[in-house]
Protein backbone atom coordinates (compact mmCIF):
# COMPACT_ATOMS: atom_id res chain seq x y z
CA UNK A 1 0.00 0.00 0.00
CA UNK A 2 1.56 3.30 -1.00
CA UNK A 3 0.00 7.40 -1.35
CA UNK A 4 2.29 9.22 -4.70
CA UNK A 5 4.82 11.47 -3.07
CA UNK A 6 3.78 13.87 -3.79
CA UNK A 7 -0.14 13.14 -2.75
CA UNK A 8 -1.97 16.03 -1.33
CA UNK A 9 -3.47 15.79 2.16
CA UNK A 10 -5.82 18.54 3.20
CA UNK A 11 -9.01 19.40 5.31
CA UNK A 12 -12.10 21.48 3.60
CA UNK A 13 -14.36 24.04 4.76
CA UNK A 14 -17.26 26.00 3.19
CA UNK A 15 -17.57 30.11 3.72
CA UNK A 16 -20.98 30.20 5.38
CA UNK A 17 -20.20 27.37 7.65
CA UNK A 18 -17.17 29.40 9.23
CA UNK A 19 -16.83 32.37 8.77
CA UNK A 20 -19.71 34.11 10.80
CA UNK A 21 -18.73 38.05 10.47
CA UNK A 22 -21.97 37.80 8.53
CA UNK A 23 -22.19 41.89 8.62
CA UNK A 24 -19.35 43.02 8.81
CA UNK A 25 -17.00 45.26 6.26
CA UNK A 26 -19.93 45.44 3.71
CA UNK A 27 -20.36 41.44 3.46
CA UNK A 28 -24.08 41.45 1.55
CA UNK A 29 -26.53 38.84 2.86
CA UNK A 30 -26.71 35.69 0.96
CA UNK A 31 -29.84 33.14 0.42
CA UNK A 32 -28.38 31.07 3.41
CA UNK A 33 -28.50 34.34 5.86
CA UNK A 34 -32.04 35.18 4.37
CA UNK A 35 -33.16 31.26 5.12
CA UNK A 36 -31.55 31.22 8.47
CA UNK A 37 -32.98 33.87 9.93
CA UNK A 38 -36.81 32.95 9.30
CA UNK A 39 -37.43 31.60 12.30
CA UNK A 40 -40.99 30.59 11.45
CA UNK A 41 -42.42 27.03 12.25
CA UNK A 42 -43.84 24.73 9.42
CA UNK A 43 -46.58 23.84 10.30
CA UNK A 44 -46.68 20.66 8.28
CA UNK A 45 -43.18 19.74 9.52
CA UNK A 46 -43.32 21.71 13.04
CA UNK A 47 -39.77 22.36 12.59
CA UNK A 48 -38.45 26.14 11.27
CA UNK A 49 -35.96 26.22 8.80
CA UNK A 50 -32.81 25.30 10.86
CA UNK A 51 -32.59 23.16 13.85
CA UNK A 52 -32.26 25.37 16.93
CA UNK A 53 -33.18 28.60 14.77
CA UNK A 54 -29.37 28.30 14.34
CA UNK A 55 -27.59 30.90 12.04
CA UNK A 56 -24.07 31.48 10.78
CA UNK A 57 -24.00 35.05 12.15
CA UNK A 58 -20.78 33.99 13.98
CA UNK A 59 -19.95 30.39 13.05
CA UNK A 60 -17.15 29.34 13.92
CA UNK A 61 -15.53 33.06 13.94
CA UNK A 62 -12.85 32.38 11.06
CA UNK A 63 -13.44 35.88 10.07
CA UNK A 64 -11.57 37.48 12.70
CA UNK A 65 -9.68 33.98 13.80
CA UNK A 66 -8.20 33.04 10.59
CA UNK A 67 -4.85 33.24 11.70
CA UNK A 68 -5.54 31.00 14.85
CA UNK A 69 -7.08 28.49 12.54
CA UNK A 70 -4.37 28.33 9.80
CA UNK A 71 -2.32 27.57 12.83
CA UNK A 72 -3.75 24.83 13.70
CA UNK A 73 -3.79 23.29 10.44
CA UNK A 74 0.15 24.07 9.98
CA UNK A 75 0.02 21.91 13.27
CA UNK A 76 -2.06 19.32 11.90
CA UNK A 77 0.82 19.68 8.50
CA UNK A 78 -2.23 19.79 6.49
CA UNK A 79 -0.59 20.16 2.57
CA UNK A 80 -3.77 21.67 1.85
CA UNK A 81 -6.76 23.23 2.60
CA UNK A 82 -9.61 23.87 0.07
CA UNK A 83 -11.86 27.05 1.28
CA UNK A 84 -14.94 28.81 -0.61
CA UNK A 85 -15.48 32.48 -1.23
CA UNK A 86 -18.53 34.26 0.18
CA UNK A 87 -19.73 35.97 -3.32
CA UNK A 88 -21.88 38.46 -1.14
CA UNK A 89 -18.38 39.68 0.91
CA UNK A 90 -16.81 40.26 -2.68
CA UNK A 91 -19.73 41.49 -4.48
CA UNK A 92 -22.32 42.84 -1.63
CA UNK A 93 -25.09 43.03 -4.36
CA UNK A 94 -23.76 40.19 -6.63
CA UNK A 95 -22.01 42.69 -9.53
CA UNK A 96 -21.13 45.75 -9.48
CA UNK A 97 -19.54 47.81 -6.64
CA UNK A 98 -16.54 45.60 -5.13
CA UNK A 99 -15.97 45.43 -1.74
CA UNK A 100 -12.39 45.31 -1.22
CA UNK A 101 -13.13 44.99 2.51
CA UNK A 102 -14.02 41.42 1.48
CA UNK A 103 -11.13 40.63 -0.62
CA UNK A 104 -8.96 41.62 1.35
CA UNK A 105 -9.87 39.38 4.11
CA UNK A 106 -9.36 36.65 1.35
CA UNK A 107 -5.78 37.79 0.18
CA UNK A 108 -4.91 37.87 3.81
CA UNK A 109 -6.12 34.30 4.38
CA UNK A 110 -4.12 33.39 1.24
CA UNK A 111 -0.95 34.91 2.17
CA UNK A 112 -1.18 33.27 5.78
CA UNK A 113 -1.97 30.06 4.26
CA UNK A 114 1.20 30.04 1.58
CA UNK A 115 3.46 31.20 4.82
CA UNK A 116 2.55 28.38 6.85
CA UNK A 117 2.99 26.19 3.23
CA UNK A 118 -0.44 25.29 2.50
CA UNK A 119 -1.58 24.90 -0.61
CA UNK A 120 -4.99 27.04 -0.92
CA UNK A 121 -8.14 25.34 -3.62
CA UNK A 122 -10.68 28.04 -3.55
CA UNK A 123 -14.11 26.74 -4.50
CA UNK A 124 -15.65 29.84 -5.68
CA UNK A 125 -19.44 28.50 -4.94
CA UNK A 126 -20.37 26.45 -1.98
CA UNK A 127 -24.32 26.99 -1.67
CA UNK A 128 -24.35 30.90 -1.11
CA UNK A 129 -25.62 32.91 -3.84
CA UNK A 130 -26.12 36.37 -2.54
CA UNK A 131 -29.59 37.35 -1.94
CA UNK A 132 -29.69 40.42 -4.06
CA UNK A 133 -29.56 38.04 -7.32
CA UNK A 134 -31.77 36.03 -5.52
CA UNK A 135 -34.27 39.09 -5.66
CA UNK A 136 -33.55 38.76 -9.53
CA UNK A 137 -34.56 35.69 -9.83
CA UNK A 138 -31.12 34.05 -8.73
CA UNK A 139 -30.26 31.14 -11.58
CA UNK A 140 -33.62 31.33 -12.84
CA UNK A 141 -32.61 34.49 -14.55
CA UNK A 142 -30.87 34.21 -18.12
CA UNK A 143 -28.18 36.94 -17.00
CA UNK A 144 -27.14 34.48 -14.09
CA UNK A 145 -24.10 32.96 -15.63
CA UNK A 146 -22.43 36.15 -16.84
CA UNK A 147 -23.40 37.45 -13.09
CA UNK A 148 -21.22 34.55 -11.93
CA UNK A 149 -18.06 35.23 -14.84
CA UNK A 150 -18.27 39.10 -13.41
CA UNK A 151 -17.66 37.93 -10.06
CA UNK A 152 -15.20 34.80 -10.80
CA UNK A 153 -12.86 37.66 -12.55
CA UNK A 154 -13.13 39.84 -9.39
CA UNK A 155 -11.33 37.46 -7.57
CA UNK A 156 -9.26 35.86 -10.45
CA UNK A 157 -7.99 39.51 -10.66
CA UNK A 158 -7.30 39.30 -7.03
CA UNK A 159 -5.97 36.29 -5.65
CA UNK A 160 -4.52 34.11 -9.04
CA UNK A 161 -1.09 35.95 -8.44
CA UNK A 162 -1.04 33.30 -5.68
CA UNK A 163 -3.66 30.92 -5.73
CA UNK A 164 -3.22 28.19 -8.32
CA UNK A 165 -5.87 25.79 -7.74
CA UNK A 166 -9.62 26.56 -8.54
CA UNK A 167 -13.31 24.80 -7.88
CA UNK A 168 -16.02 26.15 -9.87
CA UNK A 169 -18.82 24.46 -7.95
CA UNK A 170 -19.45 22.50 -5.11
CA UNK A 171 -22.72 19.64 -5.07
CA UNK A 172 -24.60 21.94 -7.72
CA UNK A 173 -27.04 18.69 -7.41
CA UNK A 174 -27.62 19.42 -3.60
CA UNK A 175 -28.43 23.38 -4.18
CA UNK A 176 -30.55 23.05 -7.30
CA UNK A 177 -32.50 19.80 -6.38
CA UNK A 178 -32.58 20.23 -2.96
CA UNK A 179 -33.03 23.98 -2.44
CA UNK A 180 -35.31 24.41 -5.76
CA UNK A 181 -37.57 21.11 -6.20
CA UNK A 182 -37.80 20.01 -2.87
CA UNK A 183 -37.29 23.28 -0.85
CA UNK A 184 -36.24 22.06 1.67
CA UNK A 185 -32.69 24.14 2.01
CA UNK A 186 -32.22 28.48 0.52
CA UNK A 187 -33.47 29.71 -1.39
CA UNK A 188 -36.72 26.89 -0.48
CA UNK A 189 -38.27 26.83 -3.40
CA UNK A 190 -40.54 24.37 -5.41
CA UNK A 191 -39.92 25.11 -9.32
CA UNK A 192 -41.89 23.29 -11.51
CA UNK A 193 -39.16 20.50 -12.91
CA UNK A 194 -39.01 21.92 -16.06
CA UNK A 195 -36.94 25.23 -14.70
CA UNK A 196 -35.32 22.84 -12.31
CA UNK A 197 -34.08 21.70 -15.69
CA UNK A 198 -33.42 25.55 -16.55
CA UNK A 199 -31.45 26.68 -13.41
CA UNK A 200 -29.51 23.41 -13.58
CA UNK A 201 -28.62 24.53 -17.30
CA UNK A 202 -27.65 27.81 -16.07
CA UNK A 203 -25.05 26.61 -12.99
CA UNK A 204 -23.59 24.80 -15.68
CA UNK A 205 -23.19 27.66 -17.83
CA UNK A 206 -22.16 29.76 -15.37
CA UNK A 207 -19.36 26.64 -14.65
CA UNK A 208 -18.45 26.38 -18.09
CA UNK A 209 -17.79 30.31 -17.95
CA UNK A 210 -15.78 30.40 -14.69
CA UNK A 211 -13.54 28.13 -16.42
CA UNK A 212 -12.41 30.37 -19.42
CA UNK A 213 -12.76 33.65 -17.26
CA UNK A 214 -10.01 31.94 -14.72
CA UNK A 215 -7.71 30.61 -17.53
CA UNK A 216 -7.97 33.76 -19.61
CA UNK A 217 -7.08 36.02 -16.63
CA UNK A 218 -5.11 33.96 -13.85
CA UNK A 219 -1.66 35.63 -13.88
CA UNK A 220 0.21 32.02 -13.10
CA UNK A 221 -0.54 28.42 -14.46
CA UNK A 222 -3.02 27.33 -13.00
CA UNK A 223 -5.84 24.39 -12.60
CA UNK A 224 -9.56 23.88 -12.48
CA UNK A 225 -11.98 21.54 -11.46
CA UNK A 226 -15.23 20.91 -10.16
CA UNK A 227 -16.59 19.05 -7.17
CA UNK A 228 -20.01 17.65 -7.35
CA UNK A 229 -21.09 14.80 -5.62
CA UNK A 230 -22.34 11.32 -6.73
CA UNK A 231 -24.06 8.41 -7.21
CA UNK A 232 -22.31 6.76 -4.10
CA UNK A 233 -22.39 3.06 -4.96
CA UNK A 234 -19.88 -0.07 -4.49
CA UNK A 235 -20.12 -3.39 -5.40
CA UNK A 236 -21.03 -5.74 -2.27
CA UNK A 237 -18.42 -8.13 -3.45
CA UNK A 238 -15.58 -7.87 -5.90
CA UNK A 239 -16.88 -10.64 -8.32
CA UNK A 240 -16.98 -9.12 -11.95
CA UNK A 241 -20.29 -9.15 -12.53
CA UNK A 242 -21.19 -7.02 -9.03
CA UNK A 243 -18.51 -4.59 -9.83
CA UNK A 244 -20.53 -4.55 -13.41
CA UNK A 245 -23.50 -3.94 -12.15
CA UNK A 246 -22.30 -1.50 -9.24
CA UNK A 247 -20.62 0.44 -12.45
CA UNK A 248 -24.49 0.33 -14.03
CA UNK A 249 -26.01 1.48 -10.82
CA UNK A 250 -23.39 4.80 -10.65
CA UNK A 251 -24.01 6.19 -13.85
CA UNK A 252 -27.82 5.00 -15.07
CA UNK A 253 -29.96 7.28 -15.44
CA UNK A 254 -32.94 5.24 -17.32
CA UNK A 255 -35.41 6.50 -14.54
CA UNK A 256 -36.81 9.53 -13.08
CA UNK A 257 -33.67 10.07 -10.80
CA UNK A 258 -32.05 13.53 -10.79
CA UNK A 259 -29.77 12.89 -8.84
CA UNK A 260 -27.93 10.53 -10.99
CA UNK A 261 -24.38 11.29 -10.97
CA UNK A 262 -24.43 11.48 -14.94
CA UNK A 263 -26.64 14.54 -15.23
CA UNK A 264 -24.43 16.47 -13.09
CA UNK A 265 -20.87 15.11 -14.60
CA UNK A 266 -21.76 13.89 -18.33
CA UNK A 267 -22.29 17.83 -19.74
CA UNK A 268 -19.45 19.36 -17.46
CA UNK A 269 -16.97 16.86 -19.07
CA UNK A 270 -18.55 14.73 -21.79
CA UNK A 271 -20.18 17.47 -23.24
CA UNK A 272 -24.20 15.97 -23.25
CA UNK A 273 -26.66 15.16 -21.17
CA UNK A 274 -26.84 11.33 -20.82
CA UNK A 275 -29.49 10.16 -23.56
CA UNK A 276 -31.35 7.91 -21.34
CA UNK A 277 -32.35 10.93 -18.23
CA UNK A 278 -33.23 12.86 -21.36
CA UNK A 279 -35.51 10.42 -22.40
CA UNK A 280 -37.23 9.60 -18.70
CA UNK A 281 -37.79 13.14 -18.11
CA UNK A 282 -38.97 14.14 -21.67
CA UNK A 283 -42.13 15.85 -20.38
CA UNK A 284 -39.82 18.01 -18.67
CA UNK A 285 -36.58 18.13 -20.55
CA UNK A 286 -36.30 21.26 -22.57
CA UNK A 287 -35.21 20.83 -26.05
CA UNK A 288 -33.70 23.56 -26.28
CA UNK A 289 -31.03 22.46 -23.46
CA UNK A 290 -29.57 20.57 -26.22
CA UNK A 291 -27.77 23.30 -28.40
CA UNK A 292 -24.77 22.56 -29.22
CA UNK A 293 -22.81 26.15 -28.49
CA UNK A 294 -24.60 25.71 -24.68
CA UNK A 295 -22.70 22.41 -24.23
CA UNK A 296 -19.54 23.51 -25.88
CA UNK A 297 -19.17 26.18 -23.52
CA UNK A 298 -20.63 24.16 -20.56
CA UNK A 299 -17.51 21.41 -21.39
CA UNK A 300 -14.12 23.50 -21.24
CA UNK A 301 -11.25 20.95 -20.63
CA UNK A 302 -10.49 20.19 -17.05
CA UNK A 303 -7.55 19.36 -14.79
CA UNK A 304 -9.18 17.45 -12.71
CA UNK A 305 -12.45 15.92 -11.03
CA UNK A 306 -13.32 16.67 -7.54
CA UNK A 307 -15.86 14.53 -5.78
CA UNK A 308 -17.34 14.66 -2.59
CA UNK A 309 -18.37 10.83 -0.77
CA UNK A 310 -19.65 10.30 2.39
CA UNK A 311 -21.53 6.72 2.58
CA UNK A 312 -23.29 4.64 -0.50
CA UNK A 313 -25.27 1.90 -1.23
CA UNK A 314 -24.27 -1.45 -1.59
CA UNK A 315 -25.14 -3.29 -5.47
CA UNK A 316 -25.09 -6.40 -6.57
CA UNK A 317 -25.87 -8.19 -9.95
CA UNK A 318 -29.72 -9.38 -10.52
CA UNK A 319 -30.75 -10.69 -13.73
CA UNK A 320 -31.22 -7.82 -16.25
CA UNK A 321 -29.21 -5.60 -14.11
CA UNK A 322 -28.76 -4.91 -10.53
CA UNK A 323 -30.17 -4.41 -6.78
CA UNK A 324 -29.80 -2.57 -4.40
CA UNK A 325 -28.64 -4.59 -1.28
CA UNK A 326 -30.44 -3.90 2.30
CA UNK A 327 -28.28 -2.72 4.79
CA UNK A 328 -27.92 -5.32 7.35
CA UNK A 329 -29.90 -5.41 10.87
CA UNK A 330 -27.85 -2.82 13.16
CA UNK A 331 -26.13 -1.43 10.51
CA UNK A 332 -22.75 0.68 11.06
CA UNK A 333 -23.62 4.54 11.12
CA UNK A 334 -22.72 7.57 11.78
CA UNK A 335 -24.20 10.10 14.70
CA UNK A 336 -26.28 11.70 11.27
CA UNK A 337 -27.61 8.17 11.01
CA UNK A 338 -25.48 8.10 7.30
CA UNK A 339 -24.40 4.58 6.85
CA UNK A 340 -20.37 3.51 7.02
CA UNK A 341 -19.05 2.55 3.43
CA UNK A 342 -15.59 2.23 3.31
CA UNK A 343 -15.40 0.52 0.15
CA UNK A 344 -16.93 3.68 -2.29
CA UNK A 345 -13.49 5.29 -1.78
CA UNK A 346 -12.38 2.05 -3.74
CA UNK A 347 -14.78 2.05 -6.33
CA UNK A 348 -15.89 5.56 -7.00
CA UNK A 349 -13.02 6.65 -7.92
CA UNK A 350 -12.42 3.84 -9.89
CA UNK A 351 -15.41 4.25 -11.88
CA UNK A 352 -15.36 8.13 -12.40
CA UNK A 353 -11.40 7.75 -13.37
CA UNK A 354 -12.78 5.54 -16.30
CA UNK A 355 -15.78 7.36 -17.33
CA UNK A 356 -14.27 10.80 -17.33
CA UNK A 357 -10.71 10.52 -17.98
CA UNK A 358 -9.45 12.61 -15.11
CA UNK A 359 -7.53 12.65 -12.15
CA UNK A 360 -9.65 12.20 -9.33
CA UNK A 361 -9.37 14.71 -6.06
CA UNK A 362 -11.63 13.46 -3.12
CA UNK A 363 -12.74 16.94 -1.82
CA UNK A 364 -14.90 16.02 1.07
CA UNK A 365 -15.07 12.73 3.28
CA UNK A 366 -15.57 12.47 6.67
CA UNK A 367 -18.18 12.00 9.43
CA UNK A 368 -20.79 13.15 12.35
CA UNK A 369 -19.64 12.05 15.66
CA UNK A 370 -21.50 13.17 19.01
CA UNK A 371 -17.62 14.49 20.65
CA UNK A 372 -17.13 16.65 23.24
CA UNK A 373 -14.11 17.83 25.32
CA UNK A 374 -13.23 15.34 28.41
CA UNK A 375 -12.54 15.72 31.88
CA UNK A 376 -8.71 15.53 30.53
CA UNK A 377 -9.51 18.44 28.22
CA UNK A 378 -9.15 16.31 25.10
CA UNK A 379 -11.40 14.83 22.40
CA UNK A 380 -11.69 11.78 21.91
CA UNK A 381 -13.13 10.30 18.88
CA UNK A 382 -12.03 6.84 18.25
CA UNK A 383 -14.53 6.08 15.80
CA UNK A 384 -13.81 9.31 13.29
CA UNK A 385 -9.83 7.57 13.63
CA UNK A 386 -11.39 4.21 12.56
CA UNK A 387 -13.70 5.87 9.98
CA UNK A 388 -10.68 7.88 8.04
CA UNK A 389 -8.55 4.54 8.85
CA UNK A 390 -11.33 2.05 6.79
CA UNK A 391 -12.13 4.99 4.05
CA UNK A 392 -8.42 5.58 3.72
CA UNK A 393 -7.12 2.24 2.94
CA UNK A 394 -9.73 1.77 0.41
CA UNK A 395 -8.74 4.46 -1.62
CA UNK A 396 -5.27 3.23 -1.30
CA UNK A 397 -6.75 0.16 -2.81
CA UNK A 398 -7.75 2.53 -6.05
CA UNK A 399 -4.50 4.17 -6.19
CA UNK A 400 -2.46 0.44 -5.92
CA UNK A 401 -4.73 -0.52 -9.63
CA UNK A 402 -3.63 2.69 -11.13
CA UNK A 403 -6.39 5.30 -10.30
CA UNK A 404 -5.34 8.54 -10.74
CA UNK A 405 -5.89 9.95 -7.07
CA UNK A 406 -4.25 13.01 -6.40
CA UNK A 407 -5.33 14.01 -2.97
CA UNK A 408 -7.41 13.94 -0.38
CA UNK A 409 -9.86 16.16 1.84
CA UNK A 410 -11.22 15.57 5.03
CA UNK A 411 -14.62 17.12 5.73
CA UNK A 412 -13.86 19.39 7.94
CA UNK A 413 -10.95 20.77 9.24
CA UNK A 414 -13.49 21.90 12.23
CA UNK A 415 -17.12 21.67 13.85
CA UNK A 416 -18.99 24.21 11.64
CA UNK A 417 -22.46 25.36 10.78
CA UNK A 418 -24.22 22.24 9.17
CA UNK A 419 -26.79 24.12 7.05
CA UNK A 420 -30.29 22.78 8.17
CA UNK A 421 -28.64 20.92 11.27
CA UNK A 422 -27.14 24.27 13.07
CA UNK A 423 -24.85 23.29 15.30
CA UNK A 424 -25.92 19.92 15.90
CA UNK A 425 -23.46 17.70 13.93
CA UNK A 426 -19.67 17.78 14.65
CA UNK A 427 -17.67 16.98 11.48
CA UNK A 428 -14.37 18.68 12.17
CA UNK A 429 -10.62 17.26 13.04
CA UNK A 430 -10.85 20.63 15.56
CA UNK A 431 -13.76 20.47 18.39
CA UNK A 432 -15.15 24.32 18.34
CA UNK A 433 -17.23 25.25 21.58
CA UNK A 434 -19.53 28.09 19.66
CA UNK A 435 -19.61 30.36 22.87
CA UNK A 436 -16.21 30.57 23.69
CA UNK A 437 -14.83 30.01 20.43
CA UNK A 438 -12.30 27.68 21.90
CA UNK A 439 -10.49 25.74 19.60
CA UNK A 440 -9.07 22.09 20.49
CA UNK A 441 -7.51 19.60 18.67
CA UNK A 442 -9.40 16.07 18.39
CA UNK A 443 -7.43 12.87 18.64
CA UNK A 444 -8.13 12.54 14.90
CA UNK A 445 -6.27 15.42 13.99
CA UNK A 446 -3.02 14.04 15.76
CA UNK A 447 -3.96 10.64 14.03
CA UNK A 448 -4.16 12.47 10.31
CA UNK A 449 -0.77 14.72 11.33
CA UNK A 450 0.57 11.03 11.45
CA UNK A 451 -0.72 9.76 8.61
CA UNK A 452 0.27 12.94 6.50
CA UNK A 453 3.62 12.77 8.40
CA UNK A 454 4.20 8.90 6.46
CA UNK A 455 2.13 9.88 3.80
CA UNK A 456 -0.14 7.12 4.82
CA UNK A 457 2.25 4.41 5.52
CA UNK A 458 0.90 4.48 9.17
CA UNK A 459 -2.36 3.12 7.91
CA UNK A 460 -0.59 -0.37 7.67
CA UNK A 461 -0.06 -0.35 11.35
CA UNK A 462 -3.63 -1.68 12.27
Known sequence: MSFPKDFLWGAAAAAYQIEGGAMEDGRGPSIWDVYSHDKRIDPKTGRMNIDNGDTGDVACDHYHRYKEDVALMKKIGLKAYRLSISWSRVLPEGKGAVNEKGLDFYSDLVDELLKAGIEPYITLFHWDLPQALMNLGGWSNPDSPDWFAEYVKVVTDRLSDRVTHWITFNEPQCHVIIGHLLGECAPKLKLPCQEVFQVMHRVFLAHGKAVQTIRKYSKVPCKVGYAPCATEVYPVTDREEDVKAARKAAFDTSAENLWNTSWWIDPIILGKYPEDGVKAFAEYFPESLLKEEDLKLI????????????????????????????NKTGFDRTAFKWPVTPRILHYMPKFLSERYQLPILITENGLSMADWVSLDGKVHDPQRIDFMHRYLLELSKAIEEGVDVIGYFAWSIMDNYEWSQGYGERFGLIHVDFETQKRTLKDSAYWYQEVITTNGKSLQGL
Not at 302 to 315: E, M, T
Open 299 to 326: SQPLDFLGINLYRGAGIKHAEGGYVQAE
